[in-house]
């Protein structure tokens, strides 16, 4: 008995190590950003509403601009011009490539991160 209660400890334990550490999606991103807009040339989105906005060179598996916004602002994702704008104003990006995708990300602001030991 005393062995069947250890594995089947061991296992819940190890399950919940491997399961619970898991990226639930694509690396550099937060918990509950949504995929908005995707593609290899130019990308527009307008902020649904308060946020934060997120673009990522999916080839590279990074994030390359992230942007708190309002609901109503607009962000442009032009590879080939080497550019991403708000609202007009070019924000601070590395070099952006031209042959590969870049995908925008949202995060509404009243979503808060889901974390065990925070909020039981």
Do not use: W
């Amino acid at each position: 008995m005393r062995q069947q209660t250890a594995a089947l400890l061991f296992v819940a334990t190890a399950m919940f190590v491997f399961i619970g550490c898991a990226s639930d999606g694509p690396k550099g991103l937060p918990h509950g950003a949504a995929l908005v807009a995707e593609g290899s040339g130019p990308l527009s989105f307008t902020a649904t509403d308060k946020g934060t906005l997120y673009v990522r060179d999916a080839h590279a598996d990074q994030v390359v601009c992230q942007s708190p916004v309002e609901k109503g602002q607009r962000i442009e994702v032009d590879p080939v011009g080497n550019r991403v704008t708000l609202d007009g104003r070019q924000v601070n990006t590395p070099p952006l490539h031209s042959n590969v995708g870049y995908q925008i990300y949202m995060k509404l602001a009243e979503q808060r991160e889901y974390h065990p030991m925070m909020n039981p």
